[in-house]
T-cell receptor, first 112, second 116 residues
Framework: DAKTTQPPSMDCAEGRAANLPCNHS???????VYWYRQIHSQGPQYIIHGLKNNETNEMASLIITEDRKSSTLILPHATLRDTAVYYCIVRPSSGSARQLTFGSGTQLTVLP | DGGITQSPKYLFRKEGQNVTLSCEQNLNHDAMYWYRQDPGQGLRLIYYSQIVNDFQKGDIAEGYSVSREKKESFPLTVTSAQKNPTAFYLC???????????????FGPGTRLTVL
């Protein structure tokens, strides 16, 4: 399974964009990049995923580099409720979620 | 509303006692999972089940047991053989099939187990 590297923590001012980086240099061709977040003492919540094109939904945008070795999750207007641990995960395009491996993630703190 | 429920949210047990954590889903998902999370750490897979009456060990199965008699239910028993059972336990389910926007894992709210 491809491993990911994320900074342990980041701060962001409320209302500003939060850009969370993730390195996945060993990603293979059939692996997607997924982002989840976990608010303290709750279960992780799905945010977004992508293969090679940039993706956007109501929660966030995902920018994947052309070589697919890194990606950035963008929260365009961070709020205090976005304070959470953000996990970047790579997993194969098919099969079970057995390969869903959560690392330590990035603790994002949105400051008032 | 469809989702995953875990009960109770907080559980206290004495050392040496077995304890069973409940996980129920009404999403009609085939696959279910149990993860353990320690403070400041990521999630570690304990057991998973891809179909009724079948389950496999994850990365840290020692001291735990599961059953999958019904599609909706995947209870986890923390036995006295688990040396450090105090942790946050998360249950999840997965729809499987072709990858798409509905193929993410869904997580329950978690059970925080404290062994005294």
């Amino acid at each position: 399974d491809a491993k990911t590297t994320q900074p342990p923590s980041m701060d962001c001012a409320e209302g500003r964009a939060a850009n969370l980086p993730c390195n996945h240099s060993t990603i293979s061709g059939n692996e997607y990049v997924y982002w989840y977040r976990q608010i303290h003492s709750q279960g992780p919540q799905y945010i977004i995923h992508g293969l090679k094109n940039n993706e956007t939904n109501e929660m966030a945008s995902l920018i994947i580099t052309e070589d697919r070795k890194s990606s950035t999750l963008i929260l365009p207007h961070a709020t205090l409720r976005d304070t959470a641990v953000y996990y970047c995960i790579v997993r194969p395009s098919s099969g079970s979620a057995r390969q869903l491996t959560f690392g330590s993630g990035t603790q994002l703190t949105v400051l008032p | 509303d469809g989702g995953i429920t875990q009960s109770p949210k907080y559980l206290f047990r004495k050392e040496g006692q077995n304890v069973t954590l409940s996980c129920e889903q009404n999403l009609n998902h085939d696959a279910m999972y149990w993860y353990r999370q320690d403070p400041g750490q990521g999630l570690r897979l304990i057991y998973y089940s891809q179909i009724v009456n079948d389950f496999q060990k994850g990365d840290i199965a020692e001291g735990y047991s599961v059953s999958r008699e019904k599609k909706e239910s995947f209870p986890l028993t923390v036995t006295s053989a688990q040396k450090n059972p105090t942790a946050f336990y998360l249950c999840a389910s997965f729809s499987g099939g072709a990858l798409g926007s509905y193929n993410e894992q869904f997580f329950g709210p978690g059970t925080r187990l404290t062994v005294l």
